[in-house]
């Protein structure tokens, strides 16, 4: 079946149309387009501003449609295209963004007389490691248990999947969104939104950096002294001559939080200055540095401890965070060595569907339909609504 998808739940408009066959177990998919907007009209203020947002989707939305039915040779003179399902992103995320793409879904339903799925937008980010924006992929059943570690602008969780998808939600941020957290310490470093990156640019080179300077020999032992932390006085290749905080990495619970992290940083800036220090590009990098370190390692230590008590057998990983270098090596290191005997395989998203993307949500759509049909079930479009706070559950 030809199935047409469509993302609007924050700042990045996709529509994608697949070709979709095969059951729950041994779906495959052929990517005919892939369209996605990413709205730059954000950076300007540091955040994503909703209404903003809606009036970027409504703009976009009939551009990339025509754009990818084209590419996917499917404009007929009726107009009405070889279309079988339509999947849209109905929560979480912001509401009037994702009424943008609800309501365009529900026009086309009635146009072209097909039925809609509503999906929920994190288990479009668990299915994303599944995906491709060109050519084919098919999805593989991963080994159950699994869990999936979300990790975005909006999100923070650790989902446990007993079963193939069977969600439940045993941890989650407690206040700020890790990726959150990210875009408000590049805002206090002068650095542009979304900040993600550009924080983590500024670690990995400084992190380059000190492990060519240790690998030297030019290593000096005075420059832990001021660090209280237990963490970086082991590792050599953490330089950094201050320390954060790891809040809650030793709650009991799987829970995170990264408030306390960010405004620990605006202390630290604060007092810097105070002292009379510059923000200069080097202490940019050194606390881009040891702020990566701090909000990497709370979620590896609960990722661990998490694959310990269920046994887990797949990782999965996904969100805008998942692009992190560091986030990725530190997972990689510990499937492989700390947790080798547990053989865990992880799963990560390709660049382009680590972020907000509409391949993910065909991908989800198109199972939970199937789902939805052996059960005998069917959704009428019209009572399809945006939930904000959509839960996995
Ligand atoms: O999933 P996503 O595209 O949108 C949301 O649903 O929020 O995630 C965006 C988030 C932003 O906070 C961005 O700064 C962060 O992902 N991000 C990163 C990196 N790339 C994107 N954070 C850390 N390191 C990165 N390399
Ligand atoms: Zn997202």
Not at 132 to 157: D, N, R, Y
Not at 200 to 211: F, G
């Amino acid at each position: 079946m030809k199935i047409l998808s469509i993302e609007t739940s924050c700042d990045d408009t996709g529509i994608t149309i697949f070709e979709a066959k095969g059951g729950i177990n041994s779906a495959s998919f052929k990517v005919l387009a892939d369209e996605l907007a990413s709205q730059t009209v954000h950076e300007a203020y540091g955040g994503v501003f909703p209404m903003l947002a809606k009036r970027e989707h409504l703009k976009n939305l009939p551009i990339l449609l025509e754009k990818a039915l084209k590419k996917a040779k499917l404009v007929n003179k009726a107009g009405s295209p070889d279309i079988d399902l339509i999947t849209v992103t109905h929560g979480p995320g912001l509401e009037p963004a994702l009424w943008t793409g609800i309501t365009f879904a529900k026009e086309l339903a009635k146009k072209w007389g097909v039925p809609v799925e509503p999906v929920n937008h994190m288990e479009g980010h668990i299915l994303s490691v599944f995906g491709k924006t060109k050519g084919q992929f098919q999805i593989k059943k991963p080994k159950t248990p699994a869990l999936a570690l979300l990790v975005s602008g909006g999100h923070t969780e650790l989902i446990l999947m007993k079963d193939w998808m069977e969600y439940k939600i045993i941890g989650e941020t407690l206040d700020d969104a890790v990726g959150e957290a990210f875009d408000k310490v590049a805002r206090m470093l002068g650095l542009p939104y979304p900040g993600g990156p550009h924080i983590s640019r500024l670690a990995e080179a400084k992190r380059e950096n000190d492990a060519k300077v240790f690998r030297g020999r030019n290593f000096s032992a005075e420059k832990f002294t001021q660090s209280s932390n237990r963490r970086s006085a082991e590792s050599p290749k953490n330089l950094a001559s201050f320390s954060l905080p790891r809040p809650m990495i030793y709650s009991k619970d799987f829970n995170f939080s990264y408030s306390g992290l960010k405004t620990s940083v605006l202390y630290l800036i604060r007092d810097l200055e105070k002292s009379g220090k510059k923000i200069d590009d080097k202490i940019k990098s050194e606390i881009a540095l040891e702020f990566e370190n701090a909000a990497i390692e709370c979620l590896t230590h609960k990722v661990k401890k998490a694959i310990e008590k269920y046994e887990i057998k797949t990782l999965i990983l996904g969100g805008g965070v998942s692009a992190n270098k560091h986030l990725q090596r530190e997972l990689k290191k510990m499937v492989r060595k700390d947790l080798a005997k547990q053989k865990v395989e992880l799963l990560m998203p390709t660049l382009e569907l680590s972020r907000d993307n509409s391949v993910m949500i065909g991908i989800a759509g198109y199972l939970n339909y199937l789902k939805r049909v052996k059960k005998g079930k069917k959704i009428k479009p019209e009572i399809i609504k945006a939930v904000g706070n959509l839960r996995l559950e």
